[in-house]
């Protein structure tokens, strides 16, 4: 008895893109169960939300997730809502239609709460999906459509010592999920917990990468204790999106927390000029294209009872020029399990290599 998840980093199509025999495919194809973050809507919606980028596809590339073997796709993220309800409703119809089940967003509440539970082998998998990067209106609420929402509040401290020292240095910014919104989400996992034997939960949260100072660091200061308290209200995993590199691993109670996978599949960063939607401030575009971007992971989860994981890897991706996933070898794959082992070890997390993989020490 025993049940594999593979979660992938984020999904934005812009084409047909299921090569046949591609080794990324089989590799979720021979999942029990594969769990991506969509980062588009499956609308043809003009017009749109007021903010920094939107994107879309086309809805017929919903059949390509199900072709490729994604079972699930989380929703729960800045990009669900960005051409309003009526998007939304495009994007949850299109997914049905293609037998892809999601996560994160929904009609109201209740709906974007819930988890969608797959039985593999005598245990059940319930996925779920939240979003801390939201913006204005986009989470749901008890009649109102929307994504499943854990806001963050944000405090910017300026040293004045620093500053005059060094003007134009950016403040520091203090970060905390807003008060109930932590305990709302717990209580989500919980009830997904009493549904199932395994719970993972995917997190959209972070920033981008090249948006944050290096002297702050990778991670926000509100991503490890929320990561501790979805992890002690029942979460077996979390998986998280958003910043479009790979950040590093934590293992929290036995259970592992993948801060973020990175890209997986991103048509539109690399095979257009993407612009931003607004050209004030005049924010810089550059830092989501670099190399870094091109590097993703894939995380392989294994479990044979309910609990802790038995098995926990990190399978190392990158995109080609257009933007579709390949399994990293050799250099590439090198440069990305270094870069995860080292922002790792800042968490205490241990690795053991194996090939081009990485094992997660758990105990």
């Excluded at 994504?147 to 905390?176: K, N, Q, Y």
């Excluded at 910043?243 to 599949?265: A, D, K, M, Q, W």
């Amino acid at each position: 008895m025993a049940v594999t998840v593979l979660a992938t980093g984020d999904l934005a199509p812009q084409r047909p893109f299921v090569r046949a025999g591609g080794p990324v495919w089989h590799l979720l194809a021979d999942a029990d169960v594969a769990f991506a973050n969509l980062e588009t809507t499956f609308t043809e919606r003009e017009g749109g939300m007021e903010k920094l980028v939107r994107l879309r596809s086309d809805r017929r590339l919903a059949a390509e997730v199900a072709k490729a073997g994604i079972d699930v796709c989380t929703l729960a993220n800045n990009h669900t809502m960005d051409f309003g309800d009526g998007g939304l409703g495009d994007t949850l119809g299109a997914l049905d239609g293609a037998g892809v089940g999601r996560v994160g967003a929904g009609r109201d509440l209740a709906e974007a709460e819930s988890p969608h539970v797959l039985e593999h082998n005598g245990l059940r998998v319930a996925l779920l999906g939240f979003a801390c990067t939201l913006p204005n209106g986009c989470g749901a609420g008890q009649s109102r459509a929307g994504v499943a929402p854990i806001r963050v509040l944000s405090r910017f401290v300026v040293d004045p010592v620093a500053i005059d020292e060094d003007p134009g240095m950016a403040p520091f910014v203090e970060t905390a999920v807003m008060p109930g919104d932590d305990e709302r989400a717990a209580q989500a996992v919980r009830s997904a917990r009493a549904q199932a034997d395994v719970v993972v939960v995917a997190v959209h949260w972070g920033v981008p990468h090249g948006w944050v100072p290096e002297s702050q660091g990778e991670l926000a200061t509100y991503q490890r204790p929320l990561a501790r308290t979805l992890v002690e209200a029942g979460a077996d995993a979390v998986v998280g999106h958003h910043p479009h590199v790979l950040h590093g691993i934590e293992v929290v109670e036995g259970r592992p927390v993948f801060y973020s996978l990175g890209n997986f599949l991103f048509h539109a960063l690399l095979e257009r000029d993407p612009r931003l939607e607004r050209p004030y401030p005049p924010y810089s575009w550059r830092s989501l294209r670099g190399e870094l971007n091109h590097l993703g992971g894939v995380a392989g989860l294994r479990w044979v009872e309910p609990g802790a994981p038995e098995l926990v890897e990190l399978l190392p991706v990158s995109m080609d020029g257009h933007g579709d996933p390949e399994l990293a070898k050799g250099g590439i794959a090198t440069q990305t399990l270094d870069r995860v082992e080292c922002l790792s070890s800042e968490l205490g997390t241990r690795f053991r290599r194996s090939g081009d993989r990485l094992e997660v020490e758990l105990a």
